[in-house]
T-cell receptor, first 114, second 114 residues
Framework: GESVGLHLPTLSVQEGDNSIINCAYSNSASDYFIWYKQESGKGPQFIIDIRSNMDKRQGQRVTVLLNKTVKHLSLQIAATQPGDSAVYFCAENAGGTSYGKLTFGQGTILTVHP | NAGVTQTPKFQVLKTGQSMTLQCAQDMNHNSMYWYRQDPGMGLRLIYYSASEGTTDKGEVPNGYNVSRLNKREFSLRLESAAPSQTSVYFC?????????????FGPGTRLTVL
């Protein structure tokens, strides 16, 4: 899994499988978390977010789970498709007077094989 | 609605040269950000602007200056480029209209300093 501040892990899956990308965060004061997808040569693209008063949030084919007890965040992608191949970043916002400043993890490379 | 736009897309500089990276957003957001992304790493915040007329340092501000020209535009200047500033630069704006804290990114400027 990924940690906000460590080396870049990789995940390879077959088309149609479910993917789970993990992220550990260190700031217990963080109250907002967000997942981005970055394709080669492009800017990060918003996928889904979650606030600290929630444990789970679902989007289209994606689910984010938040475990505040162990400071862990995960992104689940259902029925993974080749177009999902990208680098996935988690980011956290400590809230308060941080003016929306996000701290990013270093990313997980997802490769989907047809 | 173009979102966040950046110019130029690519730039090659010699050590000591100066340049300004341009960023504009058309979403009426108050907060804007400049990040750099180095190979195998997440995004690191250089500077941010919580509102028109204000700017603040992020995690890695040394060697950079910024100008919040108006609500739409936020520029990043390298006064004397160094090879260590070779990176991909992303501008973002934050959805503080709907208070979602989501940041939306531009396509990036790929800068090489020789």
């Amino acid at each position: 899994g990924e940690s906000v501040g460590l080396h870049l892990p990789t995940l390879s899956v077959q088309e149609g499988d479910n993917s789970i990308i993990n992220c550990a965060y260190s700031n217990s004061a963080s109250d907002y978390f967000i997942w981005y997808k970055q394709e080669s040569g492009k800017g990060p693209q918003f996928i889904i977010d979650i606030r600290s008063n929630m444990d789970k949030r679902q989007g289209q084919r994606v689910t984010v789970l938040l475990n505040k007890t162990v400071k862990h965040l995960s992104l689940q992608i259902a029925a993974t498709q080749p177009g999902d191949s990208a680098v996935y970043f988690c980011a956290e916002n400590a809230g308060g007077t941080s003016y929306g400043k996000l701290t990013f993890g270093q990313g997980t490379i997802l490769t989907v094989h047809p | 609605n173009a979102g966040v736009t950046q110019t130029p897309k690519f730039q090659v500089l010699k050590t000591g040269q100066s340049m300004t990276l341009q960023c504009a957003q058309d979403m009426n957001h108050n907060s804007m950000y400049w990040y750099r992304q180095d190979p195998g790493m997440g995004l690191r915040l250089i500077y941010y602007s919580a509102s028109e007329g204000t700017t603040d340092k992020g995690e890695v501000p040394n060697g950079y200056n910024v100008s919040r020209l108006n609500k739409r535009e936020f520029s990043l200047r390298l006064e004397s480029a160094a090879p260590s500033q070779t990176s991909v630069y992303f501008c973002a704006s934050r959805d503080d209209i709907l208070h979602t804290d989501t940041q939306y990114f531009g396509p990036g400027t790929r800068l090489t300093v020789l």
